[in-house]
């Protein structure tokens, strides 16, 4: 079926293989063989899992090297990945946001389904890929072109407006025509097939766009149009020949055949086009030289299991990681002088109970919040310590963490789970009670670049909340960002001895307000193989 798909395109096929269950040669030593084949510009895998995932990664970094596109179908989930964790970040990082997270990494272009699968493999092979994601939309149709700049959006092109001077002129032309981008100009062509050449050329020499995309509709099938279109398309490659062209028309495969000669690419479906252009674009965001294992400073080595908060937070702040200012209170008289030194100040404290051996402390009763006066502290505290010594006698406990509560800001979550097949991954989303419902989260494998602690921020659904959305103050994003690069180097620092890092809730604050802070971490630590 495959195969037929593959013939129906006009994929030339330079190496079929099969891996089977793997016992020996697996699907990397596949994709870094054709990475080297001088007869091979794209590969096109499908995958179910992965056993070893530095064999994967350094396959894939080949193919980026070679410039080779590697269009992945990955299907199925691994039971490796589906381990309960003792931290929310390895649950919200789920297995196969893994994956996406390595593809990304790569630039592999990623299919969901196998017309896609085909479809990305044909076009990396017919055109170059744009520069950049800005694209030029031209349509027939006003529904269809409001239909494309959804897609364009979703897709994350950058549909820029023409300019006023650009729309005018379209004006001129066609009084009724929608000139902003999409373009607009209507059955009209009908009357005077001259304006789709005139149109695409003024907007591309207005704008310069790395895309254009034109909707034809049947057009491809009339024979009075067939010439229209093909003059459009080499005129068009001849004057801009670093565009990525691309048509979305009905047509015999002979014609497209013709078309896609010239480079450009051909598609039914306008939403088909659009995906594909959106992921090719990512071919040409290279990533930054990524930062090497010694520029994370010295190796630190975590004993095997889980930290108290004090000692997780400790760890975190020398790491560079904000931390709420928190002491260590052994007695209710302690907890007493901690709340009198905050009221001092017009706040309240948060007691927590401290003990290596007790990672949830609200499971067993072990948390008290918005203390204001001694007297409730130090009920509290005799109140939390008891709680946790019922549900935990066998836990050797510490006393009870005593902190500023924070007033304020966006709850967020941020961490770092070991990945069994591919190590270190690097998490953040919004915490709180969004964090389980909403899911929304942004991955990274270690090590990363500062650009890729920002595009973390930036790409989750919820950024606006972080941007100031309805008024709200915006948090101080590069603080954000700053402490997801501490995160990071201090798990590379830790290297093979940790499991997993979290700050839950990292609490995101406008810059005036001091930034983000960590208001309670955990850390635990593992046996190096």
Known sequence: YAYSLARERGLGLSL????????????????????????TDVIMAYMEGCRDGPRLRAALALAQERGKPVVMCKVGTSALGAAAAASHTASLAGNDAVYDAVFRRYGVLRAHSITDFFALAASASIARAPKGRSIGL??????????????????????????????????????????????????????????????ARLM????????????????????????????????????????????????????RDALEALGCLVFADPGAAIRCIGALARLHETPQALPSMADAGSAL????GTLSEQRSMALLAEAG??????????????????????????????????????AHKSDVGGVALNLADAAGAQAAFDRILANARQARPDAHIDGALAAPMVQGGVECIAGVHRDP????????????????????????????????????????????VLDGA?????????????????LAGFAQRAGATLESAEINPLIARPREDGGCVAVDALVIGREAA
């Not at 079929?16 to 020996?24: R, S």
């Not at 080595?301 to 095997?304: D, I």
């Not at 907890?335 to 017009?346: K, P, S, W």
């Not at 097949?421 to 915490?431: K, R, S, Y």
Request: include cysteine; glycine fraction near 8%; aromatic fraction near 6%.
């Open 470 to 486: 309805r008024g709200r103050p915006r948090v101080d994003l590069d603080s954000i960002a700053d402490t997801l690069c501490a």
């Open 321 to 358: 990681v904000p931390v709420v200012p928190h002491r260590l209170v052994r007695t209710a008289a302690e907890a007493a002088q901690a709340v009198q030194a905050v009221q001092e100040m017009g706040g309240r404290i948060a007691l927590k109970v401290c003990s290596d051996a007790i």
């Open 138 to 199: 031209f349509t027939v149709s006003g529904g269809v072109g409001a239909m494309m700049a959804d897609d364009a959006s979703a897709a994350g092109l950058d549909v820029a407006p023409l300019s006023d001077a650009a729309q005018r002129q379209l004006r001129e032309w066609v009084p009724f025509a929608a000139p902003r981008n999409p373009v607009d100009i209507t059955g009209q062509v009908t009357n005077d097939m001259t304006l789709l050449e005139r149109s």
């Open 301 to 304: 080595h975590l004993a095997a």
């Open 421 to 464: 097949v591919f190590g270190p991954v690097l998490m953040f989303g919004l915490g709180g009670i969004h964090a389980e419902i909403l899911r929304d989260v942004s991955l990274r494998l270690l090590p990363i670049t500062r650009d890729d602690a920002v595009a973390m921020v930036r790409e989750l659904r919820a950024f606006a």
């Open 204 to 255: 591309l020499a207005d704008r310069q766009f790395d895309s254009w995309l034109g909707f034809f509709a049947a057009g491809g099938l009339s024979d009075a149009f067939w010439p229209v279109l093909q003059s459009l398309v080499q005129t068009l490659r001849t004057h801009h020949p670093d565009t990525l062209l691309a048509v979305s028309t009905l047509c015999p495969p002979e014609r």
């Open 16 to 39: 079929w293989a099969t891996t089977g269950n793997e016992a020996d040669v697996q699907l990397a030593d596949g994709l870094a063989w054709l990475a080297q084949d001088p007869e």
